[in-house]
């Protein structure tokens, strides 16, 4: 006799299952969360990556729980690079604003049109 095929799960149904067998492995273990700080420069972003890889690693933070943090900790690092990167832009545009003996440009925005990026009026000349 043919054995029947299980039926495959919804995508809620295997996400329900997936959460009650990791809270089967936590229950009854209390999790210290890391410390965190004032994070405002790239560095201080990767010293905490750093240190939720050392926790996760040693098992001090279960696997589930450091993945998430490590990524939410690497979007804030790629936001203060963009942050450090548009300070140093404006900085070099002042600079070259005093070497011109004109007034700093502006940044280009998202609202600037394709023609502004080319030099041509946007009414069209």
Known sequence: MKAKKKKKLSGAAYRKQRRQRLAKTVTGQLIRMPEVGRL?????WRVQIARIYRRTA?????EFIGTKLAFIANLGATLAKAADELKELQNLREQLARLQDAPPAGLITSNSSHNDLNGASAEGD
Do not use: A, K, R, S
């Open 40 to 44: 405002e420069t790239l560095q201080d």
């Open 58 to 62: 040693t098992g001090e933070l279960p």
